[in-house]
Nanobody, 123 residues
Framework: QVQLVESGGGLVQTGGSLRLSCAAS????????MGWFRQAPGKERVFIAA????????YYADSVKGRFTISRDNAKNTVYLQMNSLKPEDTAVYYC????????????????WGQGTQVTVSS
């Protein structure tokens, strides 16, 4: 059974940092793209960042570019999201997911999802 487990969320003040982790288990994800999405209350789930299997290609939403960094450790089947300079508008539930598709920016391209971790940024 495939399982993705996010961790690292919490409450932080504006300008603070958090590092999210997503540990994958249950199968090999060799060749898979890993992505992060977020969903605020009453809003759709939106793309934040993605990273290819090799780690050499990364992609970011404009809203987080320059503040967030995605990385992965394939030996540990883990993907990370370092979030700096956090803003209240970053408040959301953050989800990691895996994709076997070349496309990465839509939730429809992703096969497996974690349960999400809450990030709250206070002003």
């Amino acid at each position: 059974q495939v399982q993705l487990v996010e961790s690292g969320g919490g409450l932080v003040q504006t300008g603070g940092s958090l590092r999210l982790s997503c540990a994958a288990s249950g199968r090999t994800f060799r060749g898979y793209t890993m992505g992060w999405f977020r969903q605020a209350p009453g809003k759709e789930r939106v793309f934040i960042a993605a990273i290819r299997w090799t780690g050499t290609s990364t992609y970011y939403a404009d809203s987080v570019k320059g503040r967030f960094t995605i990385s992965r450790d394939n030996a540990k089947n883990t993907v990370y999201l370092q979030m700096n300079s956090l803003k209240p508008e970053d408040t959301a539930v953050y989800y990691c997911a895996t994709s076997s598709s070349a496309a990465y920016s839509s939730p429809t391209y992703y096969n497996y999802w974690g349960q999400g971790t809450q990030v709250t940024v206070s002003s």
